[in-house]
């Protein structure tokens, strides 16, 4: 089991930025992939970032260039970036953590609560 905790979600202007936290009760060393997904209002959730254990990153089009995710193994925390926001950001948040259990070769999904960002002037 890992439990995730995101924070940092809010009110920005357009063109401002923000920065999500995501604490994870596990080591991120030990987990294959952390990510951050996003769903607006009447919208299916989509990714945002993801980062491999390997360090390979990938976005989102909509979001490259303006967002970036990074973590901090000391504290166990993943990070979105999110610069020149625009309102179309406008969603809550999800950190993601999947782990691929051995031998079984299986993937196992785990979610934040989701941490609201609105972009509005």
């Known amino acids: 089991q890992v439990q995730l905790v995101e924070s940092g979600g809010g009110l920005a202007q357009p063109g401002g930025s923000l920065r999500l936290s995501c604490a994870a009760s596990?080591?991120?060393?030990?987990?294959?992939?952390l990510g951050w997904y996003r769903q607006a209002p009447g919208k299916q959730r989509e990714l945002v970032a993801a980062r491999r254990g390997n360090g390979i990153t990938n976005y989102a089009d909509s979001v490259k260039g303006r967002f970036s995710i990074s973590r901090d193994t000391s504290k166990n925390t993943v990070y979105l970036q999110m610069n020149s926001l625009k309102p179309e950001d406008t969603a809550v948040y999800y950190c993601n953590a999947r782990l691929l259990r051995i031998p079984a070769m299986t993937w196992s999904d785990y979610w934040g609560q989701g941490t609201r960002v609105t972009v509005s002037s």
């Open positions: 596990l080591s991120l060393l030990e987990i294959n992939e």
